[in-house]
């Protein structure tokens, strides 16, 4: 193991005591927050994550932006296809067994991503359903989803 000395501005210094404590990075048996056990982690992990210090930092934040934007685009379609999967299939049930069904599903969804439901939009304003469940409705006339003629 090597030692090395660095100078840092308040500013610095400030923000390693403030990784520190909120990542409980403290000096030895102490509640003091330790800025140069934070630095170390901070070196680690800019390590593990691949970080380049000649790369621009927008890079990953695009990446970010471009698979949120995906996963946007996706979610319409796979809903649209579900949506036609369920009325085509559902004919037959009788109205007790499309209740239970539709408790099915939501033990399901609360099961497996519950915690959605825990997050708090900055951007957008969602309104809930019957279930509970977050939907951005839009005016029909204002829909760009149109059906085709058959």
């Not at 685009?73 to 085509?88: D, E, K, S, W």
């Amino acid at each position: 193991m090597t030692t090395l000395s660095a100078k840092f501005t308040k500013i610095d210094v400030d923000y390693l005591t403030d990784i520190a404590r909120d990542n409980h990075i403290f000096k030895g048996y102490s509640e003091e927050p330790s800025a140069g056990k934070a630095m170390k982690e901070l070196v680690k992990w800019c390590r593990i994550s691949g970080i380049k210090i000649d790369e621009n930092s927008q890079h990953h934040a695009r990446e970010s932006q471009r698979m949120l934007e995906q996963i946007h685009a996706t979610i319409p379609q796979m809903m649209y296809h579900l949506r036609m999967q369920v009325l085509f299939n559902g004919e037959t049930l009788t109205d007790a067994m499309l209740t239970k069904c539709k408790q099915s599903s939501l033990n399901f969804i609360n099961s497996s991503c519950g915690e959605f439901q825990t997050i708090k939009y900055q951007e957008i304003k969602p309104s809930e359903d019957d279930n509970g469940l977050n939907k951005l409705p839009i005016n029909k006339d204002d829909s760009k989803w149109k059906s085709q003629k058959i």
